[in-house]
């Protein structure tokens, strides 16, 4: 049964910064894409950021220069630093995992975890 579990939410002043951690369980990932999505409230969810190895990150337009994301693939742990964080990054926060070289549409999702960037 695979498992994704977020950490690392939570409430942070606008300029600051915050680092999310997800782990996955359930099966080998290093065939797997790795990533983050989110949702703001009456928002679709969007893409923010995926990884298939170091030289394969991929990020939205919206967070280049601010998050960057890493993955251990000895431990199944993704993580996302986010710096400089603003007030309409303020979303859950979705990690993600996809087979193959992309994270389109992800073939497994943990449960969220809440991002709230005040002003």
């Known amino acids: 049964q695979v498992q994704l579990v977020e950490s690392g939410g939570g409430l942070v002043q606008a300029g600051g910064s915050l680092r999310l951690s997800c782990a996955a369980s359930?099966?080998?990932?290093?065939?797997?894409?790795m990533g983050w999505f989110r949702q703001a409230p009456g928002k679709d969810r969007e893409f923010v950021a995926s990884i298939r190895s170091r030289t394969f990150a991929y990020y939205a337009d919206f967070v280049k220069g601010r998050f960057t994301i890493s993955r251990d693939s000895t431990k199944n742990t993704v993580d996302l630093q986010m710096n400089s964080l603003k007030p309409e990054d303020t979303a859950v926060y979705y990690c993600?995992?996809?087979?193959?070289?992309?994270?389109?549409?992800?073939?497994?999702w943990g449960q969220g975890t809440q991002v709230t960037v005040s002003s």
């Open positions: 993600a995992v996809a087979q193959g070289l992309g994270i389109g549409v992800p073939d497994y």
């Open positions: 359930g099966r080998t990932f290093s065939s797997y894409t």
